[in-house]
Each structure stands twice: as C-alpha cells, then as structure tokens.
C-alpha cells in the first residue's frame, strides 16, 4: 500500500468519526519526516479520541500499525506516526495555536477527494 492510499483511509476514517476541517499535505518533497501530514480537529476530548481509535482501526486492518502515538491521555493534540503518514487530530483550541497549515505550507495541499 502506498502513502497516498495510506492518507486516504486514515482521511476517511477521520471523515467517518464526523472530524472537522481536514486538511492532507503532501511534504514529500520538503521534508524527510513523512509523505504525508493529515490534520484535523474534533470538537471534544471524547470526538478527538474517537478519530484517532478509528485511524488506527481502519490502517490495522490494512496492515499498518502506528509506531508511535502521542497525546492521547489528553486529547489536546494527538500524533499518530505511521512512518509514511503522520496524521494531527486536534481540539479546535489547539489547532488554532500551533497553525501546522502554517508551518507546513510549502507542502502541497491536496483535497480528500483527490486522494
């Protein structure tokens, strides 16, 4: 499976737990970190956690596995590392004060149905 089809499901499965605002860039030819950077927010500790269960249900049973999480106790920002992808689940707060669409807009943006 590539990083694109890789960012697709980990964009549907954001979609399908109702996340808002999701944002794909494509930093491949900017940054060694990742391919792809998916970024999204969910409006309560509960919601965000939810997306970020449901990615990595959804990569699991395509046969990835994240290798490193963070946040998720919090649910303030949470990173799910799948080496190729790494996807952002913020609370809209959060998202607001660390502005990745900012840092990370030399990447090329690129529209979950263009996925």
Known sequence: MTSREMAKVASLAIEDKKG???????ISKISVLADYFIIASGSNKNQVQAIADNVQEELFKVGHESKQVEGYQTANWILLDYGDIIVH???????????????????????VAEL
């Open 20 to 26: 808002m605002n999701i944002k794909v860039i494509d």
């Open 89 to 111: 689940i913020f609370s809209d707060e959060d998202r607001l004060f660390y502005d990745l669409e900012r840092i990370w807009r030399d990447g090329q943006s690129i529209e």
